[in-house]
């Protein structure tokens, strides 16, 4: 076949053979997931095949297949197909009406409008996957941006014009590959939650509160702690998760903004790209494999993104913190509760496998490093003032304690103090200032103008002409 004859699905083809080193033939479903090394199933190759198709086609879709992912996540959550019994349904119903009583008792913060639920693996990767796409696009888009770059540095003269009309395609190759990855994560991630707010970030809807008993099973197993305390236990602790998120309608949008602004500064290692692509190998795909789960592609965080994950740290762990005291103290009439808390601890302050896989795909871990300083700043507040006074710091943006206030929670008691007195706290000397100006007792910059103006009338002689 003459080269004019070919197909633009035929020259991609031949441009992924020169660039990749890969062999001759047809680009079929297999060589697809040998190609991205995601070991997937045939029908959701043929998923792949089909989007890749509609972007041959001309004004396909654009960007990333998170259709894709979710069918990864979804094979991976239901491969052992088990269900939830209505023996577990009724167990953790009847911990979940517990604790709810036990909960208000701790906090002023009122019950959920909706029953809590419990949750398949398959149901968790459903509710949650929209914030995971929210959260993961910036870095997709990244990968996407740096693999079209690297395709077109690493393509021969005669092939320019060819990869410069297939931009919008490669962009979907790379989205596509970095789809199937978070949803092998998120899959893999729907095996060790245990509740809907277990990661830490505000992943299910607000005032929706889960437990997925298929994985509170994994997690009691080693504990050696009755069952029905700690259902309890995890049962309190998420509805003080999803009460808190109810509660502070803006706190969701504050969290998922801070993760966004994070990711929105990673950008790929474009070296470390081109060199991967330069020698790879789609009969080899294990060193692609290796080089996204394990962040080799991410470079270096920048000082702009540390002060990010800092003041992203910090707010988790005010959450987290805060969640921990109250919990502790409505489920103070369990004998194990304390075992079950350091259990829970040790657990969010490790994480486990898929959650490092998603902190090496991203760049970004959530696990809260300061939450027993953050948690120790909550229980000072709580014998200072009270339930009520806490609980109104979540009332607006500018009350919430901030990293000073875990540094130091001595000066957000005494601001609470002197508040529940009657007192206001003394004003610094800007806010002095600026008041006395407000209250006419400092004359503007203008007015002291004006008077300087009237004192000489405007006559002054220049100093030049003053006498000596």
């Known amino acids: 076949m003459a080269d004019d004859d070919r197909s633009p699905e035929e020259e991609f083809q031949d441009l992924i053979r020169q660039l990749f080193g890969g062999g001759s033939g047809e680009l079929d479903p297999e060589q697809l997931s040998a190609l991205s090394g995601m070991n997937i199933d045939p029908a959701m190759m043929q998923t792949v095949m089909r989007h890749l198709q509609g972007a041959f086609a001309g004004g396909g ?13 979804l094979h991976i959550a239901n491969q052992d197909g088990l269900g939830v019994t209505s023996g577990q349904r009724t167990d953790l119903d009847q911990a979940f009406a517990l ?49 079209t770059a690297a395709l077109s540095e690493n393509a021969p003269d005669d092939m320019q014009s060819l990869v410069q009309g297939a931009g919008r395609l490669m962009r979907t190759v790379g989205g596509s590959l970095f789809a199937s990855q978070l949803g092998q994560v998120v899959g893999n991630l729907s095996k060790e939650v245990v509740s809907g707010g277990d990661v830490g970030i505000p992943l299910m809807p607000d005032g929706e509160a889960a437990i997925l008993p298929q994985n509170f099973a994994d997690f009691g197993r080693d504990l050696e702690v009755p069952d029905d305390q700690l259902a309890l236990y995890v049962a309190t602790r998420e509805l003080a998760h999803a009460r808190l998120f109810r509660h502070a309608r803006w706190l969701r949008l504050h969290v998922i903004s801070q993760v966004t602004d994070f990711a929105r500064g990673v950008h790929v290692d474009t070296d470390a790209l081109e060199d991967l692509a330069s020698r790879f190998d789609p009969s080899e795909p294990d060193e692609l494999r290796h ?39 409505a489920t103070s009439r369990l004998p194990s509760a304390g075992r079950i808390a350091e259990a829970v601890r040790r657990r969010r302050a490790v994480g486990g496998p898929a959650e490092r896989a998603l902190g090496s795909l991203v760049g970004l871990e959530l696990r809260p490093r300061r939450m027993r300083e953050a948690a120790a700043m909550w229980r000072a507040v709580t014998d200072a003032v009270g339930p009520a006074a806490r609980d109104a710091l979540w009332d607006y943006p500018d009350l919430m304690p901030g990293a000073e206030d875990i540094d130091d929670p001595a000066k957000l008691v005494a601001r609470l103090e002197a508040r529940a007195r009657g007192e206001e706290p ?3 000397e800007l806010d002095d200032a600026l008041a006395r100006l407000l209250a006419g007792e400092i004359p503007s910059t203008e007015d002291a103008e004006r008077e300087g103006d009237d004192g000489d009338g405007g006559n002054a002689a220049p100093d030049d002409h003053r006498p000596v």
């Open 61 to 73: 879709e654009t960007g990333i297949s998170w259709e894709l992912a979710q069918r990864q996540a």
């Open 99 to 147: 604790a709810t009583l036990w909960l208000s008792e701790a906090t002023t913060i009122s019950e959920l409008a909706d029953q809590p639920k419990t949750l398949t693996r398959g149901g968790w990767v459903e509710a949650t996957l929209p914030v995971w796409q929210q959260l993961a696009e910036p870095v997709a888009t990244s990968i996407a941006d740096a693999l």
């Open 291 to 329: 080089a996204l789960e394990s962040g080799a592609l991410l470079p270096a965080r920048s000082e702009a993104q540390n002060a990010a994950l800092a003041r992203l740290e910090n707010l988790l762990a005010t959450i987290e913190g805060w969640v921990e005291v109250v919990t502790e103290q």
């Open 426 to 428: 003394a004003p610094d």
